[in-house]
């Protein structure tokens, strides 16, 4: 992980930036039961435009028809978990250090600023998203990142303790590993 990760701290390949944001659609609208966005020729930015209309729309949708949201925030979390497994495979975190580096090196890809220490706690002071979800959308949509959390590092559990979409300067969060839950 160690080489790896320094390399990817610098530099994401594009191709891999729109293969991982693709993948992460047919994620979530598989959650969502809803056929992913088409993204085949668009930017980076363009495809990740798309994908959060994609995930604001489709939330207010099930919101305003009274679906139940405690379902899709599973089917969100379960899906994300399966992408967060397949990135601990590939890039064998050994400790909560590691998985923070790899979580910044992700969601920077998103356009997300997400700083992460050895502890667990993670700051975000910007984020692509914070202009197109409502709180309530965050809420649902963060299920995705518990998900990727929880994949990513073998089980821990991630909790939001403020977001920007709610009125707050910059999101806080914090992700436990089961060893160090008492």
Known sequence: MKILGHFLRIYVPSSAKRKKLQELCRLTAEAFLRDAPEMSGLSHSEALARYASFTRDSSVEVIESG?????????????????????????????????????????????????????????IRSCFFSSYYSGQICRIISSLDEGLAAGLSGGGRLSFEQRMTEGKDCCLARLCLEENEE
Do not use: W
């Open 67 to 123: 679906q139940d949201l405690d379902a899709l925030k599973k089917r969100l979390f379960q899906n994300a978990c399966i992408l967060g497994e397949r990135l601990r495979r590939k890039f064998r975190p050994r400790n909560l250090k590691d998985v923070m580096i790899i979580s910044r090196v992700l969601y920077r890809t998103l356009g997300i600023d997400f700083q992460g220490n050895r502890e667990g706690e993670a700051v």
